[in-house]
């Protein structure tokens, strides 16, 4: 990775399960480069709040489209 020291910190406000990305290679990838990544306590609602939105409408539809 060629960061040449552009990016020092990275902060995370939701990590993900590893049920669905096994090991966080990116967050690895990073701190080899000497980037910090920083968690952010607090937001992990928010975020979840914000990511699904529309998801669950959208597989209804497509269930009853079917």
Do not use: W
Not at 35 to 58: C, N, P, W, Y
């Amino acid at each position: 990775m060629r960061l040449n020291g552009a990016i020092k910190v990275v902060y995370v406000g939701i990590k993900e399960p590893e049920k669905f990305v096994g090991k966080n290679v990116g967050r690895k990838r990073l701190e080899d480069v000497g980037v910090v990544v920083t968690f952010v306590e607090g937001m992990q609602d928010r975020i979840l709040e914000v990511s699904i939105a529309g998801h669950e409408k959208q597989s209804k539809s497509r269930c009853t489209s079917q």
